[in-house]
């Protein structure tokens, strides 16, 4: 099989197109011919040996859509044929990846292989975070930090189905104009604008940050009584000063995740709760995936450069023929 392969640590030049053999599904496991990937941040961190670990040798990528080629021993939902996107721990960037059968969710007939590869990480990441742990409920206000990004308008877009109230923040004036039009009731342009103080009047409940560093103080200030911090990311700053009497004061919750080392049975779990609870937005389009761009996977490394660039709005998607 074709597959993007990590040679060394370090910046785009080391991924590398490079024939490997193509894998064979175990128990529970599918072998998925993939025709689209999602391009996540993860993706980069694990490229630059960001998780401690040396990445040589690894394919990237973390979400796929494709087709069933071959059901490994006591597999019993899916058949060959049938069209699948799924979570799946590493390996996305290849023509073939296998995958737990429980991390499989159906691809909606209205979407594409490209729209749907552009889903599971982000939805799973949005709803274990935002829904399941942050408790966000209809009526409440949810702040997100990012807002043009994968995960933002995945947040924006599901915060507002499920009767919340979505506020963020993003780089550009396009950008902020883009979550308005897709259900954000506010975003606020943080290099022209303090989004501290435009925010103030407003009871925040759940804020989703994927920036840290001086955000931190800022959106502690901002949360409601009995708010939820959740990080799931630092890009400014993996280390906050935090104003523990503000705490005390508000009853404020701290908390983070990381969707990528949980378990198998977490996952399972997870991928089921959000085929119940979120799949049916899809087939009536209360939920759209935004796609920013699509490169073939000998492109990947233009793809993450992309992506590093911070210039996109929604998702970015290898195409494998």
């Not at 670990?53 to 069933?68: C, F, H, K, S």
């Not at 552009?118 to 209809?138: A, C, K």
């Not at 290099?191 to 409940?205: A, T």
Request: glycine share 10%; aromatic share 6%.
């Amino acid at each position: 099989m074709k597959a993007i392969m990590i040679t060394r640590p370090g910046d785009g030049s080391v991924l590398e197109l490079q024939e490997q053999p193509t894998p064979q599904p175990q128990s529970g496991q599918l072998l998925i011919r993939v025709r689209a990937a999602g391009v996540n941040r993860s993706d980069i961190h694990q490229r630059t040996g960001g998780y401690g670990m040396d990445p040589t040798g690894q394919i990237p990528g973390l979400e796929i859509a494709g087709v069933v080629e071959q059901c490994g021993p006591n597999t019993s939902r899916w058949r060959v044929g049938d069209r699948v996107c799924a979570l799946v721990s590493g390996g996305g960037y290849a023509d073939h990846v296998t995958v737990d059968e429980r991390h499989c969710l159906p691809i909606p007939s209205n979407l594409t292989f490209v729209e749907a590869a552009s889903l599971p990480e982000t939805i799973l990441t949005v709803w274990s975070t935002v829904f399941r742990w942050g408790h966000l409920s209809g009526g409440e206000n949810l702040l997100i930090h990012g807002g043009s990004s994968g995960i933002g308008v995945t947040a924006i877009q599901l915060a507002k189905a499920f009767g919340a109230s979505a506020y963020a923040t993003a780089g550009s004036d396009e950008k902020c104009a883009f979550c308005e039009e897709i259900g954000a009731v506010k975003c606020v342009n943080y290099k022209k604008e303090d989004f501290e103080k435009v925010l103030e009047d407003i009871n925040i409940h759940v804020i989703l940050d994927m920036v840290g560093g001086d955000y931190t103080p800022k959106n502690l200030r901002l949360l409601a009584t009995d708010g939820r911090l959740m990080f799931i990311n630092a890009m400014q700053g993996a280390d906050s000063q935090i104003h523990i009497p503000t705490l005390m004061q508000k009853r404020i919750t701290i908390s983070g995740s990381m969707l990528k080392p949980r378990d198998a049975n977490f996952k399972a779990n997870l991928t089921a709760d959000v085929e119940k609870q979120v799949w049916p937005l899809l087939s009536d389009d209360r939920f759209k995936p935004i796609i920013y761009r699509t490169f073939p996977l000998s492109e990947a490394a233009s793809a993450q450069e992309l992506m590093t660039s911070s210039e996109h709005i929604g998702k970015i998607v290898l195409v494998v023929d």
